[in-house]
């Protein structure tokens, strides 16, 4: 049960990692102001250069989220030991 568990976590992860890379590359190329001028081979380098940036985002997400589980596990470790002390 364990694996299908993280494996629907893996493929949640992997989706919300997607979107972020999608919508980030969105609004950077939003913000850019590209003239008409410039086609659309600007704004497709534009939404390039914007996935680039999101995509530096989402290791730093992903380790700020590999710390949170950490300090979690550490408390909820800790809490645990309390309780077997108590119960002997």
């Known amino acids: 049960m364990k694996a299908k568990s993280s494996k629907t976590a893996g493929k949640i992860a992997s989706w919300f990692i997607v979107a972020v890379v999608v919508a980030g590359a969105f609004a950077i190329s939003g913000v850019a102001d590209v003239s008409e001028a410039g ?21 730093g997400l992903m380790l700020l989220g590999a710390m949170f589980k950490g ?16 119960a002997h």
């Open 39 to 59: 086609g659309s081979s600007a704004k497709l380098f534009i939404l390039f250069i914007g996935a680039v940036i999101v995509l530096q985002v989402v290791p």
């Open 71 to 86: 300090i979690y596990g550490m408390i909820f470790k800790r809490n645990a030991n309390r309780e077997a002390e108590h």
